[in-house]
């Protein structure tokens, strides 16, 4: 499943999510299921056709990454590996950063991050000036909406094992939509 929500410049991409990751570091190893929500640049393109036609809109480079993640083995509503990538470099998310109140309240957490839009654009080195007022209204009027669209896919995530046919070899996301 994938939900978009785009304002201005800015969207939020919000998928579930089965990883096994190839080289986990101590601690992390076995699958991984939840749910990843990312704030991404949009791009409008140019009219394909008359006034009328429908303009592209590419869903561009991630700026923030929120991984509600809990270990395949692991107890559901644990989000055990639950973490935030506060910096992103091109397409590759810097490292793992685990928040406790991240881990103890995922949705508050999320939605307090989400209505703070420039605290999460300045902690990812993102000048203020590259969004605009929409951008950051925008996303803070949408916030519950958004919040509640991430806690009914987590829910999901849970009634579902989540685990593609090939689990033993799979290496990246269940739905490869993030």
Same mark, same amino acid.
């Given at each position: 499943?994938?939900?978009?929500?785009? $304002?201005?410049?800015?969207?939020? &991409?919000?998928?579930?999510? *089965? $990883?096994?990751?190839?080289?986990?570091?101590?601690?992390?190893?076995?699958?991984?299921?939840?749910?990843?929500?990312?704030?991404?640049?949009?791009? /409008?393109?140019?009219?394909? #056709? %008359?006034? *009328? %036609?429908?303009? /592209?809109?590419?869903?561009?480079?991630?700026?923030?990454?929120?991984? =509600?993640?809990? %270990?395949?083995?692991?107890?559901?509503?644990? $989000?055990?590996?639950?973490?935030?990538? /506060?910096?992103?470099?091109?397409?590759?998310?810097?490292?793992?950063? $685990?928040?406790?109140?991240?881990?103890?309240?995922? =949705?508050?957490?999320? #939605?307090?991050? =989400? &209505?703070?839009?420039?605290?999460?654009?300045?902690?990812?080195?993102?000048? /203020? !000036?590259?969004?605009?007022?929409? !951008?950051?209204?925008?996303?803070?009027?949408?916030?519950?909406?958004?919040?509640?669209?991430?806690?009914?896919?987590?829910?999901?995530?849970?009634? !579902? !094992?989540?685990?593609?046919?090939?689990?033993? %070899?799979?290496?990246?996301?269940?739905?490869?939509?993030?």
């Amino acid at each position: 499943m994938l939900y978009l929500f785009g $304002f201005e410049r800015i969207g939020v &991409a919000v998928s579930d999510i *089965y $990883f096994v990751d190839p080289n986990p570091t101590k601690g992390q190893e076995g699958a991984e299921r939840g749910v990843r929500l990312e704030l991404r640049w949009l791009e /409008p393109g140019e009219l394909k #056709g %008359s006034i *009328y %036609s429908a303009r /592209p809109i590419t869903v561009d480079r991630p700026i923030w990454r929120v991984d =509600l993640l809990e %270990s395949v083995t692991g107890e559901p509503g644990s $989000f055990d590996r639950t973490h935030h990538h /506060p910096g992103i470099d091109g397409w590759e998310p810097g490292r793992r950063v $685990f928040d406790r109140g991240l881990s103890a309240e995922p =949705l508050k957490w999320l #939605g307090e991050r =989400l &209505a703070d839009l420039e605290g999460v654009l300045e902690q990812a080195g993102v000048k /203020p !000036d590259e969004v605009t007022s929409a !951008d950051v209204n925008g996303l803070r009027d949408r916030t519950p909406e958004i919040v509640d669209a991430v806690g009914r896919l987590l829910d999901s995530v849970r009634a !579902d !094992d989540g685990a593609p046919a090939d689990a033993e %070899s799979a290496t990246s996301v269940r739905a490869s939509w993030l």
